[in-house]
């Protein structure tokens, strides 16, 4: 009786080929723009254009070029090493010691391994970093059965992915696009062409190729299909496996990221020309510190931004050449993107103690009405409302020459017929009006005014009318800064004439690390002052490090390392420079340490 179920036995074994309809993956070749060092671009003769009319001349992303790079005097620095990218290497922790703790020592150990912060708590210590590199440790097929709700094989443990949940969840849709490099490449799919000879060793599947734990899953999709949110998802939950333990998170900002840039009239412009303004927009995330307040922080304010984030979605790079500089199109593009979204965050950090100047702030396009010399009148549905009042221009209206000889021969009429009336009906009849009603009934019936407006829908009074007045309103644009925002330049060193601005950067199915060193002078030069185009502020310097890949295990760890002592750096109390300030700290924490236990 089980004769009928044999075809199952062999689908089941034959499952372990990929099927001939999975497209081609997508390839993988990282961008590597690398303009001319700043003092080799200075020897070369160009003009001396300031910097923000040669940047205000980008119309389009396409238009960017290397020479714009090279006007903001950019360097890039690969593949840095962790001891580079990070300003202070003190603040980089000890991991090999850490991994080399016993679970016995751990517990005894965590407490030292904690440091201040600058919101007053303590950072997380080797517990939890041992903690996120076991569950970042987890194989991948283990954490997509538990991510799919399988069963795990026979003889092995259910895996618990604890806080990575929401990492691995991500990493499974990307599955579906891409292929898991933490595995050998999957055999290629047998083709009508191929001869069966000679296919027929290479095609077979082999048991070091094709993971029978893994289940007959196959990718069904390219990397150029998959939607730009997955990326954003899978880099956000990977953040935030170490921003969450230093009281930070990732959120998108509540007005749109823009670069604002201000160029001076030209030397013989008249008197009366303003500073041109514009921007560029961005569509960067932000890492904020949450308010150590409840109150504040269920409200929704953050403060900030501390690092950027920013996830791009080109999958076109060309291979790499072997020219050691110059870059293609899209590689030229994906490096001003980074570059935009380190200009936005220092520009929102240097925000700090600042109250905003609205753009056309006291301008005549901001305050003098200017509708072509008309007083205006009703809009949208107020032309609705007064037509259902007042029809004017109805074909149905009455004249008032035909309303008046309407009166005056009906006037006639109902004298002629007064005295029959009289005569006919009773004093105390129904149809008659009562004595002294003031009801004339020798007047005609004028035509309804809503009678050729069944249609018209009549405006209420909580309707519309806010928006019509908010479009007649003359003012300036909509505030640039974020109400909810404490800006604040977080993790800057002290007395130091720049800014160091973290940008995570994502391609493909890998993260890198960017750390871009913002002069001040530079971002006084975008606000509007003085340029005469010799890069008074010296260079952009970028440094990289490398790609690391989502899928493989060591590379998840080494980029966890790379956040851990960013956060650890960013997020570190800052130390006294003078006795003085030491002993107000200490006061300080004695006095609270008095309070708490007078309370208690």
């Known amino acids: 009786m089980f004769g009928n179920l044999t075809h199952l036995m ?57 020479a714009h790079l090279e006007a903001l005097g950019t360097r890039v620095i690969f593949d840095s090493p962790l001891a580079d990218l990070i300003p202070d290497p003190s603040y980089i922790p000890d991991f090999d010691a850490w991994n080399a703790l016993s679970p016995d020592d751990v517990h005894d150990t965590n407490e030292s391994t904690r440091v201040q912060l600058n919101t007053g708590n303590l950072s997380p210590g080797c517990q939890t970093y041992l903690d996120r590199a076991r569950e970042l440790s987890i194989p991948n097929p283990a954490a997509y059965r538990t991510v799919r709700r399988m069963p795990p094989p026979k003889g092995q443990p259910q895996a618990r992915l604890g806080n990575s949940f929401e990492f691995f969840r991500h990493l499974e849709l990307y599955s579906t696009y891409w292929d898991d490099t933490s595995k050998s490449p999957p055999p290629k799919p047998k083709t009508e062409k191929d001869g069966d000879d000679k296919d027929s060793t290479e095609n077979a599947p082999s048991k070091s190729r094709v993971d029978p734990d893994a289940g007959p899953f196959w990718r069904t999709g390219t990397g150029h299909q998959m939607p730009p949110e997955h990326r954003q998802n899978i880099l956000t939950a990977f953040l935030k496996l170490v921003a969450y333990d230093y009281g930070c ?74 020219a050691p500089q110059g870059a293609d199109r899209d590689s030229t593009m994906d490096l001003g993107r980074e570059i935009v979204a380190a200009l936005i965050t220092a520009q929102h950090r240097a925000r700090e103690g600042k109250t905003e100047k609205r753009i056309g702030e006291g301008a005549w396009w901001t305050t003098k009405p ?30 008032p020459s035909s309303i008046s000889a309407s009166t005056s021969t009906s006037s006639s009429s109902a004298s002629s017929t007064e005295a029959p009336l009289k005569q006919k009906k009773p004093a105390g009849s129904a149809s008659s009006p009562p004595a002294g009603s003031g009801i004339d009934l020798s007047l005609p019936r004028l035509p309804s005014t ?14 519309n009318l806010a928006i019509y007045d908010s479009y007649r309103m003359v003012r300036p644009p909509a505030a640039a800064w974020d109400k909810k925002t404490k800006y604040e330049a977080i993790g800057r060193a002290r007395g130091a004439d720049y800014d160091d601005i973290f940008v995570i950067s994502a391609l493909f199915h890998h993260i890198s690390v960017v750390r871009v060193r913002v002069p001040d002078r530079l971002l006084a030069v975008l606000d509007g002052a003085p340029d005469d185009g010799s890069k008074a502020w010296g260079q952009l310097e970028i440094r990289r490090s490398k790609w690391f890949d989502f899928f493989r295990v060591e590379d998840r760890i080494a980029a966890m390392r790379l956040l851990w002592s960013m956060m650890n750096y960013l997020m570190r109390a800052d130390k006294p420079e003078t006795e003085e300030e030491g002993e107000v700290q200490e006061e300080r924490k004695d006095g609270q340490g008095d309070v708490e236990m007078a309370n208690s």
């Open 249 to 322: 998170n990732v959120s998108a900002p509540r007005t749109e990221p823009r670069l604002y840039l201000t160029s001076n009239p030209p030397p013989g412009a008249p008197k009366t020309a303003t500073p041109k303004k514009s921007y560029f927009s961005s569509g960067c995330t932000f890492i904020f510190r949450t308010p150590t307040t409840r109150e504040a922080a269920r409200s929704g304010i953050v403060e900030g931004p501390l690092a950027a984030v920013s996830a791009r979605h080109s999958t076109s790079f060309p291979p790499p050449r072997p």
């Open 10 to 66: 062999h689908s089941a074994a034959a499952s372990t080929e990929p099927p001939k309809d999975v497209p081609p993956p997508t390839p993988v070749n990282f961008p590597r723009c690398t303009p001319r060092e700043p003092e080799i671009a200075s020897d070369q003769p160009t003009p001396s254009k300031p910097l923000c009319a040669t940047l205000q001349g980008i119309i389009r992303p396409t238009e960017v070029t290397i």
């Open 450 to 463: 809503s009678g050729g407006q069944k249609g018209a829908k009549r405006l209420k009074k909580s309707g």
């Open 370 to 399: 200017r509708w072509g010399g008309g007083p205006g009148g009703p809009i949208g549905r107020e032309v609705e409302m007064q037509s259902s009042e007042d029809v004017v221009g109805d074909k149905d209206e009455v004249s």
